[in-house]
C-alpha cells in the first residue's frame, strides 16, 4: 500500500527539525505536498458499495492524517502524566490528551494517545498496521485515527497514535468491573449489533480484523460502539484463495479454532469471536474465568451444559440483569451465537446474516409480555436448583471481577 510503502522508507528527523516543520506535517505520509488545513470533522459513511477492497480504499481515501510531533503530543498530555493515564495494553499505554485545533476560537479537542512500549510485546510491525488500516477504512463503528507521530528520540524511536476518544470505555468494563452500571439487556445488543456493523463493513473491503474480543468494543458518549486495536488485522484472501496463513496471534478464548491449529485466516474466523462475545454480555461473564471452578472457567465449556433450548437455560443468563430481560430473544441470541461457533467455518454466517439477525431480535425485544416470562421462568428453575441441591445450585452464574 502507498501508506505502508511511505511509513516505511521514510527516515525519522531529529526532534529539532521536525519542530521547525510542525505546521508543514498536517497531513497523511502520501499527502504532505497538499496544503489544506486537516478536518476532524469528516463525513463518515457506513458502508461501501460491493467490490471495493482495502487497496482501493487506499487509493481512493479522502481522509487525511496528522503527523504529530513527540512535543505536541507530551504537551497534550502534561508530559504523559500518570493522572491522564486511561488505558493500557501490549502496545504501552494510553493517555486522554488535548489537542489545540486549527482554529483558536474552537476548544481543544480532546483525543486518546497510545504510547508505544520499546520492551512491550506489540512493536513497529503493529504500529504500521495500525496506521496502514485505520487511516484508510471509515465507518461509524470503527475508532477514528486521527494521526500518528514517529520520531528519534533520546531513548530511540518514539512511536503512538493519536485517536478520537471515547468516554464511556470498553465493553468489558462494563460487563465485568465490579461497581459499574449494569447494561440494560436491550442496551446490551444494541451495542453488539454495532459492532456487527462496524465488522461486515471490514468484510466487505476484505480486511480480517482478528482481534474481536469486548475490551476492542469501545462506547463514546451515547455508548455507539466502535472497533479499536487494529495491530492484528490482516487484509483478507485475494483471488481464488481461501484463507491466510499467518503466525498465530490473538487473545486467548477467542480466537477460532481452525486459526489455532493450522494458522489459516479467514472471514469468518471473526464471526468465530463475536459468538465468544455474544455469550460474554448473555452470562456476564469473562471468557476465561480462572477464579471459578473448574468446570466453570472456560465460558465455552460452561454454557454447553445449558443449551438455548433447555429449561435451565436461564442458569447462565447475567444474574446482574434481576430477570429484566426476554426469555425468547435471550434464547434466539444465544442460538445465534452457536450458529457463529459452528466448528466448521463454513457454517458459520456471514456477518451481513448476523447483522440481520440481530436487527430482528431487537425488534422482539420490545415485548413487554417477553420479560414477564422470563421473569417467572427464572425464578421456576431457581426453585427447581435449590430442590435438587447444591451441587447443582452451585452452577448458577455470577459477576466476575477483573483480575
Not at 486549527?102 to 513497529?124: C, E, F, W, Y
Not at 409480555?369 to 421462568?377: C, G, L, P, T
Request: glycine share 8%; with cysteine.
Amino acid at each position: 500500500m502507498n501508506c505502508l510503502f511511505l511509513l516505511k522508507s521514510k527516515k525519522p528527523e531529529p526532534r529539532n527539525q521536525q519542530k521547525d516543520r510542525r505546521k508543514a506535517q498536517n497531513s497523511a505520509p502520501g499527502q504532505r505536498n497538499k496544503s489544506e488545513t486537516p478536518s476532524f470533522n469528516l463525513h463518515r459513511p457506513r458502508s461501501l458499495p460491493s467490490g471495493r477492497s482495502i487497496r482501493n480504499l487506499d487509493r481512493e481515501r479522502e481522509q487525511s492524517l496528522r503527523v504529530f510531533t513527540y512535543e505536541e503530543l507530551s504537551e497534550a498530555t502534561c508530559g504523559f502524566s500518570r493522572r491522564l493515564k486511561i488505558g493500557h495494553g501490549g502496545f504501552g499505554n494510553v493517555y486522554k490528551g488535548k489537542i489545540p485545533t486549527t482554529r483558536d476560537s474552537d476548544p481543544p479537542l480532546v483525543v486518546a494517545i497510545k504510547k508505544l512500549n520499546p520492551q512491550g510485546l506489540q512493536g513497529h510491525k503493529q504500529w504500521l498496521a495500525e496506521v496502514e488500516f485505520l487511516g484508510v477504512v471509515n465507518h461509524q463503528n470503527v475508532v477514528k485515527l486521527l494521526g500518528y507521530c514517529s520520531e528519534d528520540g533520546e531513548n530511540g524511536m518514539e512511536r503512538l497514535l493519536v485517536y478520537e476518544y471515547m468516554s464511556n470505555r470498553s465493553l468489558e468494563e462494563h460487563l465485568f468491573t465490579r461497581g459499574a452500571r449494569t447494561l440494560p439487556w436491550k442496551q446490551r445488543l444494541e451495542i453488539m449489533l454495532g459492532a456487527a456493523e462496524g465488522l461486515a463493513y471490514l468484510h466487505e473491503v476484505k480486511v480480517i480484523y482478528r482481534d474481536f474480543k469486548s475490551s476492542n468494543v469501545l462506547l463514546d458518549d451515547e455508548f455507539c460502539p466502535k472497533l479499536s486495536d487494529f495491530g492484528l488485522a490482516r487484509e483478507g484472501p485475494q483471488g481464488d484463495n481461501t484463507h491466510v496463513t499467518t503466525a498465530k496471534v490473538g487473545t486467548e478464548g477467542y480466537a477460532a479454532p481452525e486459526y489455532v491449529q493450522t494458522g489459516h485466516l479467514r472471514l469468518k474466523s471473526d464471526v468465530y469471536s463475536f459468538g465468544v462475545v455474544l455469550y460474554e454480555i448473555i452470562s456476564g461473564r469473562r471468557t476465561i474465568e480462572r477464579n471459578k471452578p473448574p468446570a466453570e472457567r472456560r465460558l465455552l465449556e460452561w454454557v454447553k451444559e445449558y443449551p438455548p433450548d433447555s429449561r435451565r437455560f436461564s442458569m447462565i443468563v447475567d444474574p446482574r440483569l434481576r430477570n429484566n430481560y426476554p426469555s425468547a430473544g435471550t434464547r434466539s441470541l444465544a442460538k445465534l451465537a452457536d450458529l457463529c461457533l459452528k466448528k466448521n467455518d463454513k457454517e458459520r454466517p456471514t456477518m451481513e446474516i448476523v447483522v440481520e439477525r440481530l436487527k430482528k431480535i431487537i425488534e422482539e425485544c420490545d415485548s413487554g409480555d417477553s420479560y414477564i416470562a422470563a421473569s417467572k421462568e427464572s425464578s421456576q428453575v431457581r426453585c427447581n436448583s435449590r430442590a435438587a441441591g447444591p451441587v447443582e445450585g452451585s452452577l448458577r452464574g455470577g459477576v466476575s471481577v477483573r483480575e
